[in-house]
């Protein structure tokens, strides 16, 4: 029922920030929950950040927090990640989803989620 396509990544230094963008299909995007995971090679996929589908509630993990900003902008069907003072640690495929608010599920786990984009590579140089 939804398109995600993550855009945004590139290459930082250290300190530095990103905004990635997640644009969504169709006419029910106020209807998902929408999250932020990340991949780095060799690792598993973890939870970054959500957002509640009327961007009432966020989410974070503990790494990120206080460093990056979920957002989003249902007039344009679009999830933003505000990602300031970049690590190293930070670099990962970031990965974009959304969750059917109805299915009353964790916004944490990744499993939980029903529709991914493509993914977008955040690098963070040293």
């Known amino acids: 029922q939804v398109q995600l396509v993550e855009s945004g990544g590139g290459l930082v230094q250290t300190g530095g920030s990103l905004r990635l963008s997640c644009a969504a299909s169709g006419r029910t995007f106020s209807n998902y929950n929408m999250g932020w995971f990340r991949q780095a090679p060799g690792k598993e996929r973890e939870f970054v950040a959500a957002?509640?589908?009327?961007?009432?509630?966020?989410f974070y993990a503990d790494s990120v927090k206080g460093r990056f900003t979920i957002s989003r902008d249902n007039a344009k069907n679009t999830v933003y990640l505000q990602m300031n003072s970049l690590k190293p640690e930070d670099t990962a495929v970031y990965f974009c989803?959304?969750?059917?608010?109805?299915?009353?599920?964790?916004?944490?786990?990744?499993?939980?989620?029903?529709?991914w984009g493509q993914g977008t590579q955040v690098t963070v140089s040293s």
């Open positions: 957002i509640s589908r009327s961007g009432g509630m966020t």
């Open positions: 989803a959304a969750q059917d608010y109805r299915l009353g599920a964790s916004l944490l786990s990744g499993d939980k989620y029903n529709y």
